[in-house]
């Protein structure tokens, strides 16, 4: 499929560990759309949404919660099975939904750990990288697998392999357990997307990628260090 996303239950374990819904996609044509869309085929029809009016307090996103919440998200994808037409913002951004989302998380907010895994080694690393989560205390109320072709540029964070996000409240035992998630994806080969980063060591990083020798020459060589500044650069010694 040209789209293709899994939404992972990130707290099954055992046979159900990786139980995901899978959402497969392909560009509408215009004999599939109802005669009332031709005239604006790329509008995105006003819908209701869903509203977070306040943060939610430290303990609502626990290991019962989490699990209830990914039980309820599966069971209602069942109800969806098949093919039907929808519009872009619903498939790519389905958070956009609810209005103030990150809420949900606390005042505290959350960190996203992301990594992409080579292909060779991705089914031992993903199965790694579930299992941790899925024993930790803290929950991934988010978990989404996307695969990812070669990279197309010097410095771009795709390889061919599959790319794994999570979401986690912040508190110490995320921190601790991201570190983890860090030391697993260094042995199976992958890297992080640094657009998604807000605590990784300086180590992690240079021991994920080979090319940042070369991206530090760079930043000297065109004075970007001097422009392009920025306490994630200083933390990651870039």
């Given at each position: 499929?040209?789209?293709?996303?899994?939404?992972?239950?990130?707290?099954?374990?055992?046979?159900?560990?990786?139980?995901?819904?899978?959402?497969?996609?392909?560009?509408?044509?215009?004999?599939?759309?109802?005669?009332?869309?031709?005239?604006?085929?790329?509008?995105?029809?006003?819908?209701?949404?869903?509203?977070?009016?306040?943060?939610?307090?430290?303990?609502?996103?626990?290991?019962?919660?989490?699990?209830?919440?990914?039980?309820?998200?599966?069971?209602?994808?069942?109800?969806?099975?098949?093919?039907?037409?929808?519009?872009?913002?619903?498939?790519?951004?389905?958070?956009?939904?609810?209005?103030?989302?990150?809420?949900?998380?606390?005042?505290?907010?959350?960190?996203?750990?992301?990594?992409?895994?080579?292909?060779?080694?991705?089914?031992?690393?993903?199965?790694?990288?579930?299992?941790?989560?899925?024993?930790?205390?803290?929950?991934?109320?988010?978990?989404?697998?996307?695969?990812?072709?070669?990279?197309?540029?010097?410095?771009?964070?795709?390889?061919?392999?599959?790319?794994?996000?999570?979401?986690?409240?912040?508190?110490?035992?995320?921190?601790?357990?991201?570190?983890?998630?860090?030391?697993?994806?260094?042995?199976?080969?992958?890297?992080?997307?640094?657009?998604?980063?807000?605590?990784?060591?300086?180590?992690?990083?240079?021991?994920?990628?080979?090319?940042?020798?070369?991206?530090?020459?760079?930043?000297?060589?065109?004075?970007?260090?001097?422009?392009?500044?920025?306490a994630q650069s200083k933390r990651l010694r870039l």
């Amino acid at each position: 499929a040209t789209y293709s996303v899994a939404r992972i239950a990130g707290r099954a374990r055992g046979k159900s560990l990786g139980r995901s819904l899978v959402s497969l996609a392909e560009h509408a044509r215009r004999d599939d759309l109802p005669a009332a869309r031709l005239k604006a085929p790329f509008d995105v029809p006003a819908k209701a949404r869903w509203k977070m009016p306040v943060d939610a307090p430290s303990f609502a996103l626990s290991r019962l919660t989490v699990g209830a919440f990914n039980a309820l998200n599966f069971r209602i994808g069942g109800w969806q099975l098949g093919p039907r037409l929808v519009d872009w913002r619903s498939f790519f951004y389905p958070l956009d939904a609810i209005e103030n989302w990150n809420r949900i998380y606390g005042r505290k907010g959350f960190a996203q750990f992301q990594c992409v895994l080579p292909l060779q080694s991705a089914p031992e690393g993903l199965e790694a990288l579930l299992k941790v989560t899925s024993q930790a205390k803290t929950g991934s109320f988010l978990a989404v697998l996307k695969r990812l072709g070669a990279q197309e540029s010097a410095f771009s964070f795709p390889m061919k392999g599959y790319t794994l996000a999570l979401d986690f409240p912040i508190n110490p035992a995320t921190l601790r357990l991201m570190t983890e998630l860090d030391r697993i994806t260094l042995d199976h080969g992958g890297r992080f997307y640094l657009a998604k980063d807000a605590r990784m060591s300086a180590d992690t990083f240079a021991a994920s990628d080979a090319r940042i020798a070369a991206f530090r020459s760079r930043r000297q060589h065109s004075r970007w260090e001097e422009d392009f500044a920025s306490a994630q650069s200083k933390r990651l010694r870039l």
